[in-house]
């Protein structure tokens, strides 16, 4: 059946959805920073107010990884510090509440491939998104589970940082230095070029940090809740959603790809108040 | 109860940022390494430091120290020519050697350190088969 508009004219909408763009420039600019004062540390220089930590101890999938080590031994792997597990919890606070909302508001590698995408988007208008035939992209989607299990794995068989070998998020903020690994400056590469075609597809398809956070999406407490008595069909969350999820044939989305970004809501992309909501509370 | 955007926002930031500063009010927020190896929890070496846990971003001072190993013995082994040999970083190996055929760097020193702990078991007439396995696997990842 179809449903025509009963909105006649454009809803005046509060421009605030916006704020996820400042969060996320702000925690790119802030990781970039203590990543350059990092290394001027290193050369005897650095900004006296700015942490210089390598960013191997402020990204929470550190502590995801150092997990087996830390129970069994006490210790970190190398090049992780307590300050990952600070995070990797922080992280599962979060998760817990709101799903990978660390994926869609912080991670600044998340971010650089959404600029990315703004290109891809210019270039390639509608198709942008959608090159990969739905039946191949639904399988490709679990890829990243079978990284995350290597990743823990080999970690905690050679107690040695393997996922800094191929990281694209150590790259993209450590390119200049001599620590980055050859393999994450291709992965960073591959990545760059595929934001061009598809949203994320680190995300999509590799990040085992995101497999990780994408559990919580089963269970999180803040739910992303369609009401399908004021729905009007329109698709407009499913064309928002960088994750190419149908949120209009859901009633509560609990997709392990979701990344909590609220493009889908009615304070952003759904046309209709009160359709597509993060709730806590009310019906389930 | 609808959550916003900007609820979110504050929900993240605060969450994020309150979860480290209450981190680094208990004093448990590290970002760097403790300078400390991990120890020998079983055989002839029990209590000792492990040269196997030895990181990059150790100086030659804090091997010397941790490992009581003369300083200009280090310098001369790994060729160290700056004035302050304790503060040179042991990471910073690979770049005085990128034009060797082997891959010099952290793992040298592990070696080297666990060699010198072998003449001194030697002379104490201790059993080296404790770590000799050990050893092996940092020989294989210095070739």
Redesign the interface.
């Known amino acids: 059946m179809e449903f025509s508009n009963p909105v006649k004219k454009p809803i005046k909408r509060s421009k605030s959805y916006k704020i996820r763009i400042w969060v996320q420039l702000f925690f790119f600019i802030l990781i970039a920073l203590i990543s350059i004062n990092h290394t001027l540390v290193e050369e005897g220089k650095g900004i006296a107010f700015l942490s210089s930590a390598s960013l191997h101890a402020l990204c929470p999938f550190g502590g995801v990884v150092s997990l087996y080590q830390f129970i069994t031994t006490g210790t970190f792997v190398q090049k992780v510090h307590q300050s990952s597990l600070i995070l990797m919890i922080i992280g599962v606070v979060l998760a817990l509440f709101a799903g990978p909302v660390f994926c869609g508001w912080v991670c600044p590698l998340g971010t650089f491939q959404e600029w990315i995408a703004k290109l891809g988007r210019k270039l390639f208008k509608k198709r942008y998104n959608h090159f990969i035939p739905a039946k191949v992209d639904n399988v490709l989607r679990y890829l990243r589970y079978l990284v995350l299990i290597w990743v823990v794995f080999m970690t905690a068989k050679s107690m040695t940082l393997v996922f800094a070998n191929v990281d694209p998020y150590f790259a993209l903020f450590n390119f200049w230095s001599s620590e980055v690994a050859i393999g994450g400056l291709i992965v960073l590469g591959l990545t760059t070029i595929a934001s061009l075609f598809v949203e994320r597809p680190w995300c999509k398809y590799a990040c085992p940090y995101g497999a990780f956070l994408g559990i919580f999406n089963l269970f999180r407490i803040f739910r992303l809740r369609r009401n399908a008595t004021t729905c009007i069909d329109c698709k407009a969350c499913d064309k928002a959603c960088p994750m190419n999820i149908e949120v209009s044939k859901m009633a509560v989305v609990r997709n392990h790809q979701c990344i909590s970004c609220m493009e889908c809501t009615s304070s952003a992309h759904c046309p209709i108040p009160v359709t597509v909501d993060f709730v806590v509370g009310g019906e389930k | 109860?609808?959550?916003?955007?900007?609820l979110?926002?504050i929900?993240?930031?605060v969450?994020?940022f309150g979860?480290?500063l209450v981190?680094m009010a208990m004093g448990?927020?590290?970002?760097?390494?403790t300078k400390e190896p991990?120890k020998f929890s079983e055989g002839e070496f029990a209590g000792q430091y492990d040269p196997a846990?030895i990181?990059?971003s150790y100086t030659f001072g804090d091997v010397s120290r941790l490992f009581e190993i003369p300083l200009d013995q280090l310098a001369v082994a790994f060729r160290v020519s700056e004035a302050d040999v304790a503060a040179v970083?042991l990471?910073t190996i690979?770049?005085k050697f990128v034009n060797l055929e082997v891959d010099l760097g952290t793992n040298s020193v592990r070696l080297f350190v666990n060699l010198l702990i072998k003449d001194w078991a030697t002379s104490q007439g201790l059993a080296f088969s404790t770590f000799k396995s050990q050893l092996q696997a940092l020989v294989d990842a210095v070739k």
Not at chain 2, 28 to 33: D, M
Request: charged letters at 30%.
């Open positions: 109860m609808k959550i916003t955007p900007r979110m926002a929900f993240v930031v969450v994020l979860g480290m981190s448990e927020w590290t970002t760097k390494s991990i846990d990181r990059g970083a990471k690979e770049e």
